[in-house]
């Protein structure tokens, strides 16, 4: 649905039933839309984020090498 179409329908105060599902027809293809772009874009942070895990392991796995860090230095 058009801009225009929109205001045309808005503008007129007795809207039919057949005007108001063209509207909510409009409606629901715009919120599909919207939520299959969220969709994708979810995936892909997804994917990043599991990248960025398997490099975190990696860093720890090749940080635990003998070498450790003291927490707490106390004397006894």
């Known amino acids: 649905m058009t801009h225009s179409r929109l205001e045309e329908l808005i503008s007129n105060p007795d809207i039919t ?3 108001l599902a063209e509207i909510l027809g409009a409606t629901l293809l715009s919120v599909s839309k ?3 772009e969220i969709k994708i874009t979810l995936n892909a942070i997804d994917t990043k984020l599991e990248v960025i895990q398997k490099k975190l392991d990696l ?3 090749k940080s635990n090498f003998g ?3 003291i927490m707490d230095d ?3």
């Open 17 to 19: 039933n057949q005007e």
């Open 59 to 61: 860093l720890e796995e």
């Open 67 to 69: 070498f450790g860090i």
């Open 74 to 76: 106390e004397e006894d």
């Open 34 to 36: 919207h939520a299959k």
